[in-house]
């Protein structure tokens, strides 16, 4: 097994135990210092066993300076213990009448010693290789045990450094639903009984006898295991307006986050999905699409008022840019205007600009310390934070303990901040293979697939570092998303490709995905997705390989209103788009969610208005929510 290697200053060793117990992992953390090698073994989180090689943390050297074994006895155990392959604990242990219970309390302060001793020095190369260990091994150190150890070795000063909104008196403190509803510290209930009455810290302090720095500790503690969220004002507003929002509402708010971040470093073109000889008609037609899709009036709502508002936001932009490419003159201005320099180019910020000014002129220590200093302040601008860490990983700067360590942060940032988007993902997995991490890379890149499985080079990735079972993983996530996806993207091809790139891409799909190379896998189930899902690629090979259907097709996904015929008007939806809304309704109708699958069929029927499933199915539920 391949180990995941990192230099970590304190901060992130205890970001990193505490990463350990939320994931539930098991296997060995590997924390080297010097010559001096410490191990903590874990099975779903909880820690089994501490060891170290420095002789002054031996266990025997633990035991002596507990007052357990007297002189004598450690003498002994010094001259032994040197000795290769020798039992630690049974050697410093074999003099003592100690009961198994008592053993085991004796490492389990043991266990705690050694957190200790990590904390003592300021950084760690470190790594973690998964390994299963038996139900028989006893925990001695739980989760939250492990990390409140961990924290008070640190000072205030670096509690703040490790959750900044502490220091805030208005900070606000949500629990979670992984906060437990007992426990045997009353510490932790008194706090769980205060934060539910109020969540300001400032009241939380006002209502506790606890000192300010120990309600601090233990919110960081809470934090850390995932028991409670810290925020600022405005960040509980902005997650108390999402949490409001319906599934529907809240994947339409991603999107256009989504779209807005792809405006930052993307030219006009691409913001309409055309190229820059597409007829004005395209233009128009893709123009009415946004204003109907991602840009309707209703999407301002799902934005709070104290928040910026990226719908207005794009909406200027997209107007601005449409009203470039419907005139030829000022089409023509504007393709002069990308060739310039990219600090004058239309769609570029100025610090990205910069960035890539400086990698133009091969100066990339320049590019990555303009980016590293504006990510310190701002870490959300997901666009730098790509070119950021690609550009670490291609000039080789990934070396660089600083930038390494920004990288993982940034890649983890927005993972968390954008589940949706496939780029984070994808370079967690480059990250990765860099450590030589091929079993942690082949699952980001899966994530990353399972997000965005029509990208032909994440389904190249997985084929590439996956042989075995590469082909199985893209098909999986093909069908996943098998509903919502368009011809193009089941054939994994840009709207605008030529004929010979549909064919190259058709025959790549029958190289890998073709039902005979899944027959009798799994109980014949790979087989009938597979069949499931080729029948469809065969499909779209035929309508776009021809001229006249493959323009037939584009029209029905290019039209705002879903104006394309649908053959049968009681059958189920055949836009993509009613196709993805229509089967969101029907899980809220499983769940007996009536108000989400009303919204959901309203937005399946703006794409196909003469479809009479889609009408009857809402004055069905129409009728089941007034019997309610």
Known sequence: MQQESIVLDRVGVLQHLASIYRNQRSGILDLRQDHCLRKLLFRDGLCITAMSTLAEELPGYFLFMQNVLDQQHFDIYLEKSSQPDMRQWELATENLNMSNTQLRDWKAKYVLFVVQQIFRTPSHTVAFENKIFSQATAVLCDGPSLIKQSIDCFNQHELYSIQPLLEQSDAIITTTEKFPLQSNDKTVVGLRSIIGQSNQLNTITSNSLLTLEEIQRHLLWFSLLGWVKISNQAQFIQTSHVAMLSPQQKTMRQSIMDFHALTLDTDYYQWFDIDDEAPLALVEKQYKYLQSTLLHQDNDDLFHASEENLTQNLRKK??????????????????????????????????????????????????LQVAYNHLQKDPDSVALSILFVE?????????????????????????????????????????????????????????????????????????????????????????????????????????????????????????????????????????????????????????????NTRKTYDNSLLSPDGSHQVTDPTAPPKHFKAKEYYALALDDIKQKNLEGALVNLRFALQFEPDNMLLQEKITWVQTQKKAH
């Open 391 to 547: 550009g670490a990983l291609t000039s080789g700067e990934i070396q660089n303990p600083s930038y390494q360590k920004k990288s993982f942060e940034l890649v983890k940032h927005h993972i968390q901040q954008n589940p949706h988007r496939y780029e984070p993902l994808f370079l967690l997995g480059k990250l990765c293979l860099f450590l030589q991490q091929r079993d942690h890379a082949i699952k980001a890149f899966t994530r990353a697939l399972e997000t965005r499985p029509d990208l032909p080079s994440l389904r190249s990735y997985i084929l590439e570092k996956s042989p075995d079972n590469g082909r199985e993983i893209i098909l999986l996530a093909i069908s996943a998303k098998f509903e919502s996806m368009t011809y193009y993207q089941l054939l994994a091809v840009n709207p605008n490709a030529s004929r010979k790139d549909i064919h190259d891409a058709y025959r790549l799909c029958c190289r890998y995905f073709h039902p005979d190379h899944f027959y009798n896998q799994k109980g014949q189930q790979l087989h009938e997705i597979s069949t499931r899902v080729f029948k469809e690629m065969a499909s779209a090979y035929r309508i776009l390989r021809n001229i």
């Open 318 to 367: 997209i107007d601005q840019a449409y009203q470039t490419l419907i005139h030829t003159d000022a089409r023509q201005k504007y393709a002069a205007q990308l060739q310039k320099p990219l600090t004058q180019s239309f769609a570029a910020d100025p610090v990205i600009a910069k960035f890539k000014q400086y990698q133009q002129q091969k100066q990339h220590k320049q590019a």
